[in-house]
């Protein structure tokens, strides 16, 4: 016998995406810092490629949101 799954509401939907789309957000800008602390301590070249790799991640994150709640510039 299959269990019947729940329905979220959309208020429920959102809180639950802000949640992840918020990790995404600290991890982006966490690799980021990293990649400018790399910068000033060991060189520029590997520190950029660091500081490259977060702004992709927050990339991504702005394109979820754009692409799941339809937001219109």
């Known amino acids: 016998m299959r269990k ?3 329905r979220l509401s959309e208020q ?3 809180e639950i995406m802000k949640m992840v789309l918020d990790k995404f957000l600290w ?3 966490g690799i980021m810092a990293y990649g400018m602390y790399v910068m000033y301590t060991v060189e520029v070249p ?4 660091w500081m490259i790799a977060g ?13 799941e709640y339809e937001i219109i510039r």
Request: proline share 0%; hydrophobic share 65%.
């Open 46 to 49: 590997l520190g950029l490629s």
């Open 27 to 29: 991890l982006g800008f």
């Open 12 to 14: 429920q939907e959102f």
């Open 4 to 6: 019947m799954k729940r």
């Open 55 to 67: 702004a992709v991640i927050l990339f991504i994150f702005t394109w979820v949101i754009v692409k």
